[in-house]
């Protein structure tokens, strides 16, 4: 089984930028590929990026390029989002998710219990 | 940007069988995968690549994909059946796409 844990909810000011972590425990492959999901309060689930650090490549969604940055610690089995030039539309649950990448077109397997990022001033 | 269709709710008794469709360009040409979402709580996959069950998920639960439209079905549905569930695929810029979900009812 695989475990992702997040970092805690957070409060931040228009403007600023927040960094969230996902740390991964139990049976990591090589393939693994991390991503960025979130969702806005009462909305549906969104995609952010994703990055697959086994061919060091990182995608984005359109809409976050510019202002969102994925990077993952191979030695500690963790990823890191972090969302610059936050506005109140960025308040949302973001959820850490992995799949194998072996297959382009592969699932989220494994999810993190989500991390509460409140924008407000 | 690819996009998917996804009904808002749908409502069925229990015992009865629940279908959610997924609607898209040819995605009957794609890999669909399917999360349910209770509230309060993080997506967890009920299928993957249309039809594949992962490990703790029900028999009940089952898919379909081709032509314009794929398909969860939920057989025999409980009242802890009840939850959103959304529909996903990877478009050709390698960028992950979920339909708009849809309300699982149980009357």
């Known amino acids: 089984q695989v475990h992702l844990a997040q970092s805690g909810a957070d409060v931040k000011k228009p403007g600023s930028s927040v960094k969230v972590s996902c740390q991964a425990s139990?049976?990591?492959?090589?393939?693994?590929?991390f991503n960025w999901v979130r969702q806005a309060p009462g909305q549906g689930l969104e995609w952010m990026g994703g990055?697959?650090?086994?061919?060091?490549?990182?995608n984005y969604a359109h809409r976050f390029q510019g202002r969102l940055s994925i990077t993952t610690d191979e030695s500690t089995s963790a990823a890191y989002m972090e969302l610059s030039g936050l506005r109140s539309d960025d308040t949302a649950v973001y959820y850490c998710?992995?799949?194998?990448?072996?297959?382009?077109?592969?699932?989220?397997?494994?999810w993190g219990l989500g991390t509460l990022v409140t924008v407000s001033s | 940007s690819y996009e998917l269709t996804q009904a808002p709710s749908v409502s069925v008794a229990p015992g009865e069988t629940a279908r959610i469709t997924c609607g898209g360009d040819?995605?009957?040409?794609?890999?669909v995968h399917w999360y349910r979402q209770k509230p309060g709580q993080a997506p967890v996959l009920v299928i993957s690549?249309?039809?594949d069950r992962p490990s703790g998920i029900p028999e009940r639960f089952s898919g379909s994909n081709s032509g314009n439209t794929a398909t969860l079905t939920i057989s025999g549905v409980e009242a802890g059946d009840e939850a959103d569930f959304y529909c996903?695929?990877?478009?050709?810029?390698?960028?992950?796409?979920f339909g708009g979900g849809t309300k699982l009812t149980v009357l």
């Open positions: 996903q695929v990877w478009d050709t810029n390698n960028n992950a796409v």
């Open positions: 139990g049976e990591i492959f090589i393939s693994f590929a």
């Open positions: 990055v697959i650090p086994l061919v060091n490549r990182t």
């Open positions: 690549f249309d039809k």
């Open positions: 998710a992995t799949g194998s990448s072996l297959l382009n077109v592969y699932s989220f397997d494994h």
């Open positions: 040819n995605i009957g040409d794609e890999s």
